[in-house]
């Protein structure tokens, strides 16, 4: 069933009493009764004292697991990675293209610029990723995802090395660097899932691997988050 007809039939039979009120005020309120009106209110109040912090509950957790936290981890920690780090909640979604045998990760290049020094460097979001069905042993899923990782990371170095070019410190640049080689992660990710079929065409994920690890390679100069520009001036 979709996910959001669910929450749909979730809301009416929450909200069935409210209507069922509302009915009974609209009635008596012809009849000159304003007794039903005064119950309403405070019925009302009482359903959106529960409903209101629910569902801003409810957003907060499908955001970020916080009842199974697990800090965003740095590429360093990549080889330990496995699905038991996988924290985040998904309340509806079971499949994906009719497979229930999927995962959704969350990545981000994340930067601080200072006076002296440049870092930037690409997080994973344990709590705030999921993979349905914990218990999978799906190798060729794992690495999928954790192939986009490694796409964050190579983003995050390709940046490094454009801001380590630069002959000296000029923030207005640093930002719009960082700012395309996010725009261009975004539309690499966007491509190798759907070249991949999400890890479905084999081919195709093997092809990707090697061109990946390829270009880290290449890069290896740019493993440090870090950029120092006293040192280079």
């Not at 170095?157 to 002959?167: N, P, V, Y």
């Not at 966007?190 to 890890?199: G, I, K, L």
């Given at each position: ?231 280079k001036n």
């Amino acid at each position: 069933m979709n996910e959001n007809l669910i929450a749909i039939i979730i809301l009416l039979t929450y909200f069935s009493p409210v209507f069922y009120q509302l009915g009974i005020v609209i009635k008596e309120n012809k009849k000159g009764n304003k007794i039903p009106l005064k119950k309403f209110k405070k019925f009302l109040r009482y359903s959106s004292a529960i409903l209101i912090p629910a569902i801003i509950g409810f957003g907060i957790l499908s955001h970020t697991n916080f009842l199974n936290y697990e800090k965003p981890l740095t590429f360093d920690k990549y080889d330990q990675i496995t699905f038991e780090n996988f924290r985040g909640l998904e309340f509806f979604k079971k499949s994906l293209y009719g497979n229930e045998r999927f995962a959704y990760v969350v990545t981000s290049i994340e930067s601080d610029i200072d006076k002296n020094f440049v870092m930037v460097q690409s997080l994973f979001y344990p709590s705030r990723s999921f993979v349905y069905k914990k218990n999978t042993n799906s190798k060729e899923l794992l690495t999928h995802e954790k192939y986009h990782i490694k796409i964050t990371e190579l983003f995050a170095r390709k940046a490094k090395e454009k801001i380590s070019k630069l002959d000296r410190f000029e923030k207005d640049k640093i930002e719009e660097i960082i700012r395309q080689a996010e725009k261009e992660e975004r539309k690499f990710q966007r491509e190798y899932d759907y070249n991949t079929f999400h890890s479905y065409v084999l081919s195709e994920q093997k092809r990707y691997e090697k061109e990946v690890d390829s270009l880290l390679n290449l890069l290896t100069d740019y493993e440090k988050p870090k950029i120092r520009f006293n040192d280079k001036n």
